[in-house]
């Protein structure tokens, strides 16, 4: 089991900045997977990024270069820092936990965190 807490989303303007925060109840070492999708009205949701529990990052591509997922150990936190940002950005988004019991896998989420961009 892991409980997730996000925080940081907003309202900004085109070419701002955000830095969206998720606090998990466990160490990062111990979760095989934290990642962050986000879900736009109307569509699908989408990975934005990931990284596992040795420290391996990966982004979708419209996120390469100006989204970064980093990880604070100590605060059990991931954090997603978002630049550049673009209208097409305004999304809902979800901290996930990917993580597996035996031979099962299971996901948890946070409850969403709405960022809004402005044009």
């Known amino acids: 089991q892991v409980q997730l807490v996000e925080s940081g989303g907003g309202l900004v303007q085109a070419g701002g900045s955000l830095r969206l925060s998720c606090a998990a109840s466990?160490?990062?070492?111990?979760?095989?997977?934290m990642g962050w999708y986000r879900q736009a009205p109307g569509k699908q949701r989408e990975l934005v990024a990931a990284?596992?529990?040795?420290?391996?990052?990966n982004y979708a591509d419209s996120m390469k270069g100006r989204f970064t997922i980093s990880r604070d150990i100590s605060k059990n936190t991931v954090y997603l820092q978002m630049n550049s940002l673009k209208p097409e950005d305004t999304a809902v988004y979800y901290c996930?936990?990917?993580?597996?019991?035996?031979?099962?896998?299971?996901?948890?989420w946070g409850q969403g965190t709405q960022v809004t961009v402005s044009s």
């Open positions: 466990r160490s990062l070492f111990s979760i095989n997977t």
């Open positions: 996930n936990a990917h993580d597996w019991v035996a031979v099962t896998w299971y996901d948890y």
């Open positions: 990284i596992t529990s040795g420290g391996t990052t």
